[in-house]
């Protein structure tokens, strides 16, 4: 196979196959409702628009120094797409799309798959399952975007990517981030002809030994507050893995009308959306008999960092990758009331909108591919036990959007859950609508619909 045809995966990208574990795939799955979709139509959509990302007819192939993409020598898109018939209600829609979370992807292909289910009841059901290191969930929301126009009648205008990899760039940039961070360079009035910095420098000279004073110390400060937090109070949502999992999705409620809410208390939509999962973990706790004084629960919460990487990395609309840091926001699971929860939950992603942890997490996990096999789990446990939930939230776009000419009705994905972790709540917004997707391993949740009529329900107990 010659140069061209492999290149080597970024740390950030092959950390999600270091990290991978049998009972706890790192794969993303996305459902859309498609009206009218027929296989003719997907096909030629697929063919011209989806496999104009070259990254998709790679394999991620273990070979020293690290994992490498390679082209598929015999890639089919047949291989690629799976029509299934039969005219599937909502329930037993839902135990397909279960069925498939546990079906494992080939690994001789590159690891990604559409199923199509033109007669589901509602609609076509198009489902996607994509192993992590391909794309994060927003990188594949600007997929969809690019190949989904307004209007049935719009071709998209810009789309695909060649796969390249630049890999010292990524060196070059981290210099440069490194040295912005420390503020190491002084100013040039300030340095004599022989490169030294004067003893009695100026007042630039000061302000910047100040920066780099107070840089370091925040950093210092930031990773010693990530690396002592808590973990999780041990409780239902943290018990052994079967690697059995269920996922259920919600019926859409408006968008207006979380935007009432969070205009009327003050807080953002975002809050709003928490506290609705941490009303259904409490609920879930108060069920089991958890002492709520003492429960410890946090919400491991993708954060986009792509405006916050320095140039040399910023990537570019439309890459594919993964660009996104983790927060881990506590749950008021303690709190008695609606409001007390949501005022703590905006208190806390508050505090974490100003810190540096997305950034440090994402570093962090982009190290697990290069650290020694045997170090992996530990650095994983350091995520991962300081989290009961992995809870992620994508916004989609505004009006509605049209694939292949037809239009779609419902936007639906479900997060992976590293570690430990056997809850994962999605939320989108799509169309002026909003819907809430859990999967769970059935040792930590046997009835996920139950959890999902709990988030809805808290919406019921704020003021309007």
């Given at each position: 196979?010659?140069?061209?045809?492999?290149?080597?995966?970024?740390?950030?990208?092959?950390?999600?196959?270091?990290?991978?574990?049998?009972?706890?795939?790192?794969?993303?799955?996305?459902?859309?409702?498609?009206?009218?979709?027929?296989?003719?139509?997907?096909?030629?959509?697929?063919?011209?628009?989806?496999?104009?990302?070259?990254?998709?007819?790679?394999?991620?192939?273990?070979?020293?120094?690290?994992?490498?993409?390679?082209?598929?020598?015999?890639?089919?898109?047949?291989?690629?797409?799976?029509?299934?018939?039969?005219?599937?209600?909502?329930?037993?829609?839902?135990?397909?799309?279960?069925?498939?979370?546990?079906?494992?992807?080939?690994?001789?292909?590159?690891?990604?798959?559409?199923?199509?289910?033109?007669?589901?009841?509602?609609?076509?059901?198009?489902?996607?399952?994509?192993?992590?290191?391909?794309?994060?969930?927003?990188?594949?929301?600007?997929?969809?975007?690019?190949?989904?126009?307004?209007?049935?009648?719009?071709?998209?205008?810009?789309?695909?990517?060649?796969?390249?990899?630049?890999?010292?760039?990524?060196?070059?940039?981290?210099?440069?981030?490194?040295?912005?961070?420390?503020?190491?360079?002084?100013?040039?009035?300030?340095?004599?002809?022989?490169?030294?910095?004067?003893?009695?420098?100026?007042?630039?000279?000061?302000?910047?030994?100040?920066?780099?004073?107070?840089?370091?110390?925040?950093?210092?400060?930031?990773?010693?507050?990530?690396?002592?937090?808590?973990?999780?109070?041990?409780?239902?949502?943290?018990?052994?893995?079967?690697?059995?999992?269920?996922?259920?999705?919600?019926?859409?409620?408006?968008?207006?009308?979380?935007?009432?809410?969070?205009?009327?208390?003050?807080?953002?939509?975002?809050?709003?959306?928490?506290?609705?999962?941490?009303s259904a973990v409490r609920n879930r706790l108060v069920a089991d008999d958890t002492d709520m004084d003492e429960a410890v629960l946090h919400a491991a919460v993708p954060v986009d960092i792509r405006n916050r990487l320095p140039e040399g990395v910023k990537p570019e609309p439309g890459t594919l990758g993964n660009y996104f840091g983790t927060v881990f926001v506590p749950l008021p699971v303690d709190g008695e009331s609606a409001l007390e929860r949501l005022f703590r939950i905006k208190h806390e992603t508050r505090k974490l909108k100003k810190s540096w942890q997305p950034g440090l997490s994402w570093a962090l996990t982009g190290s697990a591919s290069l650290?020694?096999?045997?170090?992996?789990?530990?650095?994983?446990?350091?995520?991962?036990?300081?989290?009961?939930?992995?809870?992620?939230?994508?916004?989609?776009?505004?009006?509605?959007?049209?694939?292949?000419?037809?239009?779609?009705?419902?936007?639906?994905?479900?997060?992976?859950?590293?570690?430990?972790?056997?809850?994962?709540?999605?939320?989108?917004?799509?169309?002026?609508?909003?819907?809430?997707?859990?999967?769970?391993?059935?040792?930590?949740?046997?009835?996920?619909?139950?959890?999902?009529?709990?988030?809805?329900?808290?919406?019921?107990?704020?003021?309007?």
């Open positions: 196979m010659s140069q061209k045809e492999s290149h080597l995966l970024l740390p950030v990208d092959s950390a999600w196959l270091a990290l991978e574990r049998p009972e706890n795939p790192m794969t993303i799955t996305v459902m859309l409702r498609v009206e009218g979709l027929t296989e003719a139509r997907l096909l030629e959509f697929l063919r011209i628009y989806w496999l104009a990302w070259e990254r998709f007819r790679y394999i991620p192939v273990r070979r020293a120094p690290g994992w490498w993409w390679e082209e598929d020598p015999v890639f089919s898109l047949h291989h690629h797409l799976e029509v299934v018939g039969g005219q599937l209600d909502r329930q037993a829609l839902q135990d397909w799309v279960s069925a498939r979370l546990n079906q494992p992807l080939p690994t001789y292909r590159p690891l990604w798959k559409f199923w199509l289910l033109p007669d589901a009841e509602g609609g076509a059901a198009l489902l996607l399952r994509m192993h992590h290191c391909y794309a994060d969930g927003l990188s594949l929301q600007g997929i969809f975007d690019r190949l989904c126009p307004p209007s049935p009648q719009q071709a998209p205008v810009l789309y695909g990517a060649s796969e390249q990899a630049d890999t010292g760039r990524w060196g070059r940039a981290a210099n440069a981030w490194l040295r912005e961070l420390t503020a190491s360079e002084w100013p040039r009035e300030e340095v004599g002809p022989g490169g030294d910095i004067p003893r009695n420098g100026g007042t630039a000279s000061r302000n910047a030994l100040e920066r780099a004073t107070w840089k370091s110390l925040k950093l210092v400060n930031e990773l010693s507050q990530f690396l002592v937090e808590p973990e999780d109070t041990d409780s239902s949502l943290k018990r052994s893995l079967l690697g059995r999992r269920q996922c259920r999705w919600s019926q859409p409620v408006e968008l207006e009308r979380f935007r009432r809410i969070a205009t009327h208390t003050g807080v953002t939509i975002n809050d709003v959306l928490l506290s609705c999962v941490a650290i020694p096999e045997a170090w992996r789990q530990p650095v994983a446990d350091l995520f991962y036990r300081k989290a009961s939930a992995v809870v992620s939230n994508v916004p989609g776009t505004r009006e509605q959007r049209y694939l292949a000419g037809c239009r779609i009705l419902e936007q639906m994905f479900w997060v992976p859950q590293a570690g430990d972790i056997g809850l994962g709540v999605s939320i989108v917004s799509y169309a002026g609508q909003v819907q809430f997707g859990v999967v769970a391993d059935e040792a930590v949740m046997a009835d996920p619909e139950c959890f999902l009529d709990d988030c809805l329900q808290e919406l019921e107990c704020f003021p309007l």
